[in-house]
């Protein structure tokens, strides 16, 4: 599998930016970069997902470098409700995820 | 809400008890997933099924593990002479097919053993 690298932990201040950084230099063609959060005592939630293209949903913005070995989560104006651990994961076929131990987002009042 | 549901949502049991657990997926999905977290690491593959077959088991899932799917909707997942290292949460997920589809997870069942 290939593996995905993060930062353990990070902070930012409510109402700000956070850019979630994330690097995948052994990344193959066909894995897509999936980002998933879990929020304390609750399963992993489902986040944004890409390919090559940056993505827009919702809940975040997925920027994907152009040679795809790295991406940044973003969320644009960070809430209390945002504190958790994301989880960077490249995911072929949609089997089994193998995730790291992510980054714990600490926001900041 | 019909997203994927699990149940029970604790169970404390004595080492040496078998226990099950019992997940309800998202009703459309045919693909079922188990994995396993412990305190401060990321969830851990146990196994899938697409629809009723089990399609590939992970190395964690000892002789004392089973997981069925019997007729490709519900899934148990059953630990027999529970021992101390099984004390974990335990997830499962749903999806369709495809890798731009996501996972969709319940909260888990967490288990301790006395």
Known sequence: DAKTTQPNSMESNEEEPVHLPCNHSTISGTDYIHWYRQLPSQGPEYVIHGLTSNVNNRMASLAIAEDRKSSTLILHRATLRDAAVYYCILNFGNEKLTFGTGTRLTIIP | ?114
Not at chain 2, 34 to 59: D, I, M, V
């Open chain 2, 1 to 114: 809400d019909t997203g994927v549901s699990q149940n029970p949502r604790h169970k404390i049991t004595k080492r040496g008890q078998n226990v099950t657990f019992r997940c309800d997926p998202i009703s459309e999905h045919n693909r079922l997933y188990w994995y396993r977290q412990t305190l401060g690491q990321g969830p851990e593959f146990l196994t899938y099924f697409q629809n009723e077959a089990q399609l590939e088991k992970s190395r964690l899932l000892s002789d004392r593990f089973s997981a069925e799917r019997p007729k490709g909707s519900f899934s148990t997942l059953e630990i027999q002479r529970t021992e101390q290292g099984d004390s974990a949460m335990y997830l499962c997920a749903s999806s369709d097919p495809g890798g731009d589809q996501p996972q969709h997870f319940g909260d888990g069942t967490r288990l301790s053993i006395l």
